[in-house]
């Protein structure tokens, strides 16, 4: 995980292509759709269908898509994909985006609370991935990206169900990149540091290198059309967060505990 591909130039533009993004009502996802939708025709995806609707009317016309759907429900998210395939909508590029980060008391654990972040976390996106990917192998072409987090790299404090739905997703996700490397099907992991959206800002901690949806989005765009493995974002956080997996285990936990 982390190395970029050896292909790390711009040969792919997001261009006329069509791509679907998980979690595109707010944050980072409706960012991404707002860049991406004069020049693609655009598939988004979340649970709130009043704020996809009003993000589509602002977007520039072209026959963009949007569908309620929780992507943890994998009935849910099959039924997308057979209304897709009936209109005969064929995915490009999938920003597999949607997540969640909730509270979590490490001395009082609730198994529901733990479930529920793997299931939108880890399993909202293994649920997209295994219906894309009989179109894109028939096809031989496509790129699905997934959003992780640099909290995935480590465990992070207070942080246990969010820190473990990112490491395995990113785990899924390099462990099929091997497995489709002679094929045409792409797999980009997306690491953010901290972003100011709704799922942060709330949140009363220390964010260093806060960074904007706007210039995300831009990063991500940029990554995705030089087909990294891995666009990890902002730069001097995501080098610390790198470092950081070489620290021994006892010294890397006195060194975290207590920071939340
Ligand atoms: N913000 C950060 O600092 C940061 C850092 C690292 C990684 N990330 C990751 O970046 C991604 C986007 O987060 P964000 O910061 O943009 O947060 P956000 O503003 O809260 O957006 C999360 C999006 O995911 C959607 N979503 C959540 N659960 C869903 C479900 N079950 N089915 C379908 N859609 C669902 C939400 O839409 P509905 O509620 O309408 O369904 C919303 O559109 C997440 O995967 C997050 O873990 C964020």
Known sequence: MGSINKKDSPQMKLNNKTILITGASSGIGYELAIQLAATNRLVLIARREELLTDLINKLPKRDHLHFKCDVGDYESVKNIFQILTDQKVQIDVAILNAGISISFDPFNMSIERIQQVININFFGVINVIERLLPGMR??????????????????????????????????????LRIDYLKTGVKFTLISPGFVLTPMTAHKNKFMPFLMTPEKAAQIIIRGLEKEKTEIHFPYSLSLIAKLGRLIPDRIYARLMHGRH
């Open 138 to 175: 028939q096809k031989n072409e496509g790129l699905i990206a997934a959003t992780g987090s640099l909290a995935g790299y480590r465990g992070m404090p207070t942080a246990a169900p969010y820190s473990a739905s990112k490491s395995a997703m990113a785990t899924f996700l390099e462990s």
